[in-house]
């Protein structure tokens, strides 16, 4: 546990964590394992950091989030670890805002400056690349890569990938 950090009342921080100094950790979040916090992240109230991934091919082998400086997760946003056929890693870069109730499975790669706002769900191995915004409740299929500056409408279903600075809905 880094420099100053906070933990509120009834936050529940499993096995092998690191948090990054001045990170706060809200009332009930629950950090359940083998999760990296970078420095001045806020992790809010009821959030699910590093859940075993949903995936028939996980076998319990040993998985990791990592998460970068200064991210904001939402309440009650969910975020799995990686699987070990998907590199072993759900990884989340710096500057991000990831809003309430979103869902990340495993293996995801966010990059930089990244928002992704309420009620969206992204299944595994997907790709987010630098200062990317996908708006709220928006589903995105496995696979999938959202290029770097692209703008995804709220509602929109992904299932193909997207260049770089594309608007889609």
């Known amino acids: 546990i880094g420099k100053d950090v906070e933990i509120g009342p009834c936050a529940v921080i499993g096995p092998n964590v690191v948090i990054g100094d001045r990170t706060k950790i809200l009332p009930h979040a629950h950090v359940v394992k083998r999760t ?73 790669v966010i990059g930089n400056h990244v928002v992704i706002t309420n009620s969206t769900q992204l299944a595994g191995h997907i790709h987010i690349e630098d200062q990317a915004w996908v708006s709220g409740a928006c589903l995105v299929h496995h696979f999938v890569t959202i290029g770097s500056m692209s703008f995804v409408a709220p509602s929109s279903g992904i299932a193909f990938d997207i260049p770089p600075y594309m608007i889609v809905e």
């Open 36 to 108: 990296t916090f970078g420095s001045d992240c806020l992790i809010c109230t009821a959030a699910v950091v590093g859940g075993d991934p949903q995936d028939l091919k996980y076998r319990g082998e040993d998985t990791d989030v990592v998460i970068g400086d200064r991210t904001r997760i939402g309440e009650f946003a969910t975020i799995n670890r990686g699987t070990g056929v998907g590199g072993g890693k759900t990884m989340i870069g710096s500057d991000c805002m990831i809003m309430a109730y979103v869902h990340i499975a495993h293996d995801c």
